[in-house]
Nanobody, 114 residues
Framework: QVQLVESGGGLVQPGGSLRLSCAAS????????MRWYRQCPGNQREWIAL???????NYADSVKGRFTISRDNAKNTVYLQMNSLKAEDTAVYYC????????WGQGTQVNVSS
């Protein structure tokens, strides 16, 4: 089955850290760029990070220097390490695979609050 399954979300205090994981199955994971997006209540889904099939990374300005995307092709998993979290990082976080037609995970909720 072709799917992406995110995990690792939760409640964290401002300034804290979380690591999200996205496990892929059903396709040749190593061949595809992977992205993380997030969606805050009432807002459109926003791209935040990309890791290419060769490991090249890119970030939205809103997370640059705080978030790190990485991939483990042996485990078919992409990660998002989030540090120095802020209240405005509260959102549902989604991973995305650049397959034909695109493939989204179900999302994982991150709440940053004291």
């Amino acid at each position: 089955q072709v799917q992406l399954v995110e995990s690792g979300g939760g409640l964290v205090q401002p300034g804290g850290s979380l690591r999200l994981s996205c496990a892929a199955s059903g396709f040749t994971f190593s061949s595809y760029a992977m992205r993380w997006y997030r969606q805050c209540p009432g807002n459109q889904r926003e791209w935040i990070a990309l890791v290419g099939s060769g490991g090249t990374t890119n970030y939205a300005d809103s997370v640059k220097g705080r978030f790190t995307i990485s991939r483990d092709n042996a485990k078919n998993t992409v990660y998002l390490q989030m540090n120095s979290l802020k209240a405005e990082d509260t959102a549902v976080y989604y991973c995305y695979a650049s397959l034909i037609g695109g493939l989204w995970g179900q999302g994982t909720q991150v709440n940053v609050s004291s």
